[in-house]
């Protein structure tokens, strides 16, 4: 890798001061100059992280009680907040509280009159706190005489941090599957300072209260344990408490119309899980394994949880999938799903990734954004922990296999560690779980757990840093990891392995021979590390990637796997750290094949060439899934040559077979690999694989036994696969209609697509050659058997609500589209399509992009209604409202199908009137300022 460009800052730490400006390129030399080398010490660099400091503060909040009322259809919120503190210095004349656009009615200290100024981004007052000289205000344990209270009374209208869903609209007609009133709150990064007066620093920990006076229709979720609900004319006042000091984003509020199903986990814990009262039967597959994730990671990390309840609460129209507040997550309703949906997308990573984040985020918490690895790391770490006690191995090594394989993508644009602010999401979460994974393959689960457990002991309830983590791996175990972290998580990059390896007949045996069939090349050498006797293994292993001020050659063990011809495996372990390396092993018997990083618990590229032989035997005996897979993957290509390569090699070297000889062979390898494995993406790369041969789909092959079990795959990518692949023919018009009632929705929107676009009858030339108009209501499909029609299509889809509403969507776009084709085709004659029929369809599909749908289901009917290129007044003004909203993920789609409806000059000309004229939004009740005007005029012109 080049040097990063002059954006990119680095900090050096020399041995000796650093003498003039030039430093960076000395360093430079330092490290790709050998003789530089022998006459300088060396020096150590690392990428600059401008925010990975903390504040000044002068004060330490150690309680924060909020009382707050809302005035929801105004989104404003009425507010009452003290902070109990002690000074952490000498002199407090000031103090800063973030409050940007935060109206301060009054402020007060210990019950007199406080003065105060407010400025864009806060408010500041002057207690003017002294003590004795060289008395520090702050001792542990002097009591409570030198803790202070200020109370701020105030108004917010506020941009971020609380949401108000809703409120607006006029009444919503099916709340079964429409939107929700609601209001709640999403702190981080620092976005509770919005709606709160308060020093919004992660550093600082405080217990807080919170009282909340609402509407007693709706039910109101806080952090902690509910200590009281009393009534207040229409009013409920709700009053919250945690148990244990924690950060202040992590404060949270979530109101709604709620069901509230109670549970205690195995190990004690009670939990709450909020949810819509509509459709129960989605309860269990939403909340499924959320009891045994809690005790899994009180017994992982040897820490119970801390906080004495758990809630969970769904809410709508969320930026992110959830949000780990202490002791209440919140999580996006997109993961309200019944049983279908569950096999597609299902919330048991992310709900054990939220409470992970329990104990990493919210018991112990990151001093500062640089240190945001340390939660977010590990909350994407053990989820794949959990996956792994639930559903097997294979599932944990997959998990991790995808996590590496974001790691090294984000590895291809720069060079920025894991610990740093700048990291990113791709270095946070996939890189940072699986520089963990490392780190306990390298420690050992059992040393791995015991550092984990001291670390949470040691710090519990505080701030940490990377170094707390170090040390109490060294402490916890004797092991010093220094230079695993420094290579790992304080740098950046990945090493790109090429290795090879070959055997020969090792000297002294004469003897010996070797399988010519494996092409294993024949020399002599003598030196080994391990005494086997006959043979020489040997193994060549470069450090192949580029190397800068920051990135240098990594250190790590990696496991080596001999494959055996009897079908035996052992494994040894290398240590790679240095540019190139030579291994010798002997062995008494001749490996087939070498499998390198065996199990792939390294994050790498791995450039190793091997024949088809060797891959082929790697599929079929690699201990490890992981391993088989990589060679399945490997095998993609070159069939003709397969069937005849494992021949030789299994049965001792039957002569090449040609032409379509080799293919039929490797189809019989695919067919009994689908026999061995069980494991999900095997499955989907064999059949990938085996519907890709060439000459498949000819009868003469026999295949319709693997399509049958492709088509009854306990999974749905399996079918998926299938239902890409099938040929629309209608030899496999049985296939399509099992496709269209799949238990997969997307599986049956897959199938949808596939077959709209066939040709149908003609039902006018019927007409005209003196059918009857009964005929024309007949089912296509009945007029052509072979194959589907559009009815058939609509038919199969029309009760279907799909996930987040997708065959809903579908059924109205390809209904729409139907009924206009067919009142073309059949005019005005008895029997056909009614007249206003089209617009039903569209007037419905329309409706799904506004504000009384959450916002997939939104985002969704827009790109049909690009599909069908149709923009109106009220899809212009449902663009409008998302375009105005908070929820960027509803928002950029909105621009991008205004901007594409733009290109059209009728349709710009609709547009601009629709802005200009700024009417009383028919649908939504609202008119536009003048700066949403010009906003919205801007993305138009």
């Not at 997308?345 to 054990?352: G, S």
């Not at 290509?637 to 293919?663: D, F, K, P, R």
């Not at 799909?802 to 065959?807: E, I, T, W």
Request: aromatic share 12%.
């Amino acid at each position: 890798m080049p040097l990063p460009s002059t954006t990119t800052e680095y900090t050096s730490n020399p041995a000796h001061p650093p003498a003039s400006k030039y430093l960076h390129l000395l360093a430079f030399l330092l490290l790709s100059t050998t003789n530089l080398k022998a006459q300088f010490p060396e020096t150590q660099a690392y990428h600059m992280d401008p925010g990975g400091h903390e504040r000044n503060r002068n004060i330490d909040v150690l309680h924060m009680k909020l009382e707050v009322s809302f005035d929801a259809p105004k989104k404003t919120v009425y507010g009452k907040v003290t902070h109990t503190f002690e000074p952490l210095q000498s002199v407090v004349d000031t103090i800063f509280f973030d409050a940007p656009g935060i109206n301060i009615l009054n402020a007060s200290m210990d019950g007199k009159r406080l003065a105060f100024k407010t400025i864009p981004t806060g408010v500041v007052v002057y207690p003017g706190l002294t003590s004795e000289a060289y008395q520090p205000m702050n001792v542990q344990n002097h009591g409570a005489s030198m803790q202070y209270k200020i109370t701020f009374e105030y108004i917010a209208k506020p941009a971020k941090g609380i949401y108000f869903i809703g409120w607006n609209l006029g009444e919503i007609g099916s709340p079964d599957e429409m939107t929700h009133r609601q209001i709640w709150t999403q702190g981080q990064g620092i976005d509770n300072r919005y709606w709160i007066p308060m020093i919004d620093d992660r550093s600082d920990k405080f217990v807080t209260e919170t009282v909340v006076t609402f509407d007693e229709k709706y039910q109101v979720l806080s952090n902690g344990t509910l200590l009281s609900k009393t009534l207040n004319k229409n009013n409920c006042i709700w009053h919250y408490k945690i148990n244990n000091p924690h950060a202040g984003y992590l404060l949270m509020l979530a109101i709604g119309d709620y069901g509230v199903k109670k549970s205690v986990s195995p190990a004690g814990t009670p939990m709450q899980f909020w949810h819509y009262r509509e459709h129960p039967e989605r309860i269990e597959p939403t909340a499924r394994y959320s009891e045994q994730i809690i005790d899994f990671l009180s017994n992982e990390t040897g820490i119970k949880y801390p906080w004495i309840t758990y809630s969970q609460v769904m809410i709508q129209d969320f930026m992110f999938g959830a949000m780990e507040n202490t002791s209440a997550t919140t999580f996006g309703d997109f993961f309200w799903v019944d049983k279908r949906s569950f096999q597609e997308r299902n919330y048991i990573t992310v709900n054990a990734h939220e409470a992970t984040h329990q104990w990493f985020g919210d018991y112990i918490t990151g001093r500062h954004d640089g240190e945001q690895w340390l939660q977010e790391s590990f909350a994407t770490f053990y989820p794949g922990l959990f996956l792994g006690s639930i559903y097997g191995n294979d599932e944990r090594s997959w998990y991790f296999h995808e996590q590496m394989k974001g790691a090294v993508a984000a590895g291809k644009a720069n060079s920025l560690p894991v610990r740093n602010s700048a990291a990113g999401s791709s270095r946070h979460y996939p890189k940072g779980a699986s520089v963990l994974y490392m780190l306990q393959h390298v420690l050992g689960e059992e040393n791995y757990r015991k550092s984990i457990n001291l670390y949470l002991n040691r710090h519990g309830l505080q701030t940490v840093e990377t170094w707390d983590l170090q040390k109490a791996i060294i402490d916890a175990t004797g092991i010093n990891m220094d230079w695993f972290f420094d290579q790992w998580i304080h740098r950046g990059g990945e090493p790109i392995y090429a290795a090879n390896w070959a055997c020969s007949i090792a000297a002294g045996n004469p003897s010996a021979t070797i399988n010519k069939a494996s092409n294993i090349e024949t020399s002599n050498l003598t030196h080994v590390d391990v005494l086997i006797p006959e043979f020489d293994a040997e193994i060549n292993v470069k450090q192949t990637q580029n190397q800068d001020i920051v990135v240098g050659l990594f250190r790590m063990p990696i496991n080596i796997e001999f494959l055996y011809a009897d079908g035996s495996q052992e494994k040894r372990t290398i240590l790679i750290d240095k540019a190139q390396h030579t291994f010798h092993f002997k062995t008494s018997k001749v490996p087939v094949t070498v499998v390198f990083d065996a199990g792939s618990h390294v994050i790498k590229t791995l450039e190793m060439q091997k024949s088809s032989t060797e891959w082929l035997w790697q599929m079929e005996h690699g201990s490890s899934m992981l391993d088989r897979y990589d060679a399945l993957v490997a095998l993609r290509g070159n069939v003709e040559l397969y069937g005849s390569l494992h021949e030789n090699l299994t049965q001792g070297g039957m002569a090449a077979q040609q032409g379509n000889a080799g293919i039929i062979n490797f189809k019989t390898v695919l067919e009994q690999a689908w026999n061995r494995e069980n494991f999900r993406e095997m499955q989907v790369e064999i059949a990938t694989q085996w519907l890709s041969l060439p000459g498949i789909w000819n009868k003469s092959n026999n295949s319709d036994i693997m399509i049958q079990k492709f088509a009854n795959s306990v999974h749905p990518a399996v079918r998926k696969i299938l239902l890409e692949r099938l040929p629309l023919e209608p030899t496999f018009r049985e296939l399509f209609l099992k496709g269209l009632k799949d238990s997969s929705y997307s599986n049956i929107e897959l199938a949808v697509n596939r077959l709209w676009n066939l040709p149908q009858n003609n039902t006018t030339q019927q007409a005209s050659a003196g059918a009857s108009p009964s005929t024309w209501a007949t089912p296509l499909a009945q007029l052509e058997p072979e194959f589907i029609s559009h009815r058939d299509i609509l038919e199969a889809i029309k009760e279907e609500n799909g996930y987040l509403h997708n065959l809903k969507v579908k059924y109205f776009e390809l209904a729409y589209t139907d009924a206009l084709e067919q009142r073309q085709k059949q005019g005005a004659l008895q029997g056909g399509r009614t007249e206003n029929e089209p617009q039903i369809f569209l007037n419905s599909l329309i409706s799904m992009t506004g504000p009384y749908y959450e916002f997939r289901t939104r985002t969704n009917a827009m790109a049909a209604l690009k599909r069908l290129n149709v923009l109106t007044p009220e899809l212009a003004q449902h663009l409008f409202d998302a375009i105005l909203g908070f929820n960027s993920r509803l928002a950029q789609p909105a621009i991008e199908l205004l901007q594409y409806f733009k290109q059209q000059s009728h349709y710009k000309l609709l547009i601009i009137k629709e802005i200009q004229e700024s009417p009383a939004h028919p649908y939504l009740g609202r008119t536009y300022t003048a700066e949403e005007q010009k906003r919205l005029l801007s993305i138009v012109q």
